[in-house]
């Protein structure tokens, strides 16, 4: 059950930019996560536009049942810029509480490289399967939230991309393609399969991660941001060891 609300937490965050709206500059959307129709997980993510630079501030945390055995609260803030084809993050800083331990990270990009990346303890020493994130995984990154504004000049290319996602540890691909009329969900302007390949920052042996790489059935639907060629995830379904968890947004 940790490892399953770790995860609805983590995606949580992937999806929290908030969905389409009428024209405006800011809005505020609440996530909640369930599994076998418990909730598991929720957050609150506010989401502010100045022209082409965004900044994201949400708090999560596991809920329902799951806060019997994962206790997690956290904050999150991001800024950044969106760019022709990517969003380019700034600065990403991610605070939590999991039980007795609290974490810091903090990555600050450049030109679409990480420039530094700072974890608050600092990692343990890691075992001989753990794969190493090298200099050249950084490049054309985005944190877990900036990744997921996604520009687009129409809903047709919106899944045929890879996004490059890095949070401060993990560094992986979640590779998007079109879902089947039967996946798709029925009040999004699209959805995409996405299929999870680890890089670099993990244990080759995790099971959750062979799980998450080999077997896991992801899907994310899409909408527009009402007036910008952008597209920003309202919905998720993610299979996981235990069953699949169900995500969805509402404006707040």
């Known amino acids: 059950m940790k490892h399953t609300v770790s995860f609805a937490l983590g995606t949580i965050l992937l999806l929290g930019t908030g969905p389409a709206g009428a024209e405006q500059n800011s809005y505020r959307v609440r996530y909640d996560a369930s599994l076998f129709g418990l909730p598991i997980g929720r957050a609150v993510f506010d989401t502010n536009f100045n022209g082409s630079t965004f900044a994201i501030s949400g708090n999560f945390a596991s809920a329902g049942i799951a806060r019997l055995f994962d206790r997690t609260d956290g904050a999150v803030t991001v800024t950044g810029r969106i760019g022709q084809n990517s969003s380019q993050p700034q600065t990403y800083v991610l605070n939590y509480r999991s039980g ?6 903090t990555v600050t990009f450049s030109s679409g490289k990480v420039e530094r990346t700072e974890n608050e303890p600092a990692p343990k020493k890691r075992g ?5 994130v090298e200099k050249e995984h950084l490049n054309g990154v985005a944190d877990p939230l ?6 687009a000049a129409d809903v047709g290319s919106v899944c045929n991309r890879t996004m490059k996602v890095y949070d ?3 560094r992986a691909d979640l590779v998007l393609s079109p879902a089947s009329a039967k996946e798709a969900f029925r009040d999004m302007a699209v959805t995409c399969r996405a299929k999870f390949v680890p890089v670099a920052g993990y244990r080759k042996n995790h099971s959750s991660i062979k799980f998450l790489r080999d077997k896991a059935r992801i899907l994310v639907g899409f909408n527009r941001v009402e007036g910008r ?3 920003s995830p309202a919905q998720a379904t993610i299979a996981t060891k235990v069953g699949t968890v169900h995500i969805r947004a509402k404006p707040i």
């Open 128 to 132: 001989d399967d753990w794969v190493p």
């Open 100 to 105: 007795d331990k609290r974490k810091r990270t």
């Open 168 to 170: 401060g540890e993990i």
């Open 146 to 151: 900036s990744a997921a504004l996604l520009p």
């Open 229 to 231: 060629d952008l597209y």
